[in-house]
Every structure is written in structure tokens, then in C-alpha cells.
């Protein structure tokens, strides 16, 4: 059994952090909203509520996750999060890419591959370390 404490993941992702999280946060960030900015040009509000508001809300849920995750160590939470946040992205193209066409792809699709990796591992982290009272039963 391998038990990843909560101060190694911290060490694990401060040390990717500074040379890989950062930038690669950047750049998808920057897609997202230029992927967001392309579907409000083609009416606003008014016309794009359907697309902006899914986007809004798996947006939400990444802004939730790192929280539940290193704050909180709510992993079991985190999982659930990250989750719905991988079929909010899906969601978000689906709904992106008949507004914004093909570009749709390219600007949201290394999102949703880099969140698929971190639901992998949000998973697998969460389903190797039990919480407390089972860890000390065992």
C-alpha cells in the first residue's frame, strides 16, 4: 500500500509547479479565453448564454478543485470535482464548437487532455490513501 501524504504532494506539485503547472496554465488559460472571446463575438450574452454558462461552470469547478484537493484534502470531493469539471470541458466544446467551428479543437482540446491526466491522478491518489480512521484500522 502506498500512502502519498499530504506534505509529499505538496513537495510533488511545488517542484512541478514552478517549471511545468505555471506555464502550462498560462497557455490554457489563454485558450480558453480566446476560445470564450470568439463565441461572445458572435452575438454576446444575448445569443451565447448556453455556451458562455457551461463554460462558466466547469470553469467554476477548476477554480474549486485546487482547494478541495491541497487545502481542504478532501480527496474523495476532489475526484467528484475534477469529474464534473472533464465532462463540463466536453460539454464546453460541444457546445463551442458549432458558434466557433473547428478552432474549437485546437484551442480547447490540450485542456481536456491535461485534465484527463489530472483526473487520472486526482483518482488514483484519492483511491491509494484512505482517509485517517482506515488507515490506522489497517
Not at 461572445?40 to 463554460?55: D, M, R
Not at 462558466?56 to 464534473?84: E, V
Not at 463540463?88 to 478552432?103: L, Q
Request: proline share 7%; aromatic share 16%; hydrophobic share 50%.
Amino acid at each position: 500500500l502506498l500512502i502519498v501524504t499530504p506534505h509529499w504532494i505538496r513537495l510533488l506539485f511545488s517542484k512541478l509547479q514552478n517549471w511545468l503547472f505555471g506555464p502550462v496554465w498560462t497557455v490554457l488559460y489563454a485558450m480558453m479565453g480566446i476560445a470564450s472571446y470568439l463565441v461572445y463575438k458572435q452575438g454576446g450574452w444575448n445569443k451565447q448564454s448556453t455556451p458562455l454558462t457551461v463554460y462558466g461552470i466547469q470553469l467554476l469547478l477548476n477554480f474549486l478543485w485546487t482547494p478541495l484537493f491541497f487545502k481542504a484534502h478532501k480527496l474523495g470531493l476532489a475526484s467528484l470535482d475534477i469529474i464534473g469539471m472533464w465532462i463540463g470541458i466536453v460539454a464546453t466544446i460541444s457546445h463551442f464548437r458549432p458558434v466557433i467551428g473547428d478552432i474549437t479543437y485546437p484551442l480547447l482540446g490540450p485542456y481536456l487532455v491535461w485534465v484527463t491526466y489530472a483526473t487520472a491522478l486526482t483518482i488514483w491518489i484519492w483511491r491509494h490513501n484512505p482517509p485517517q480512521a482506515k488507515r490506522k484500522a489497517t
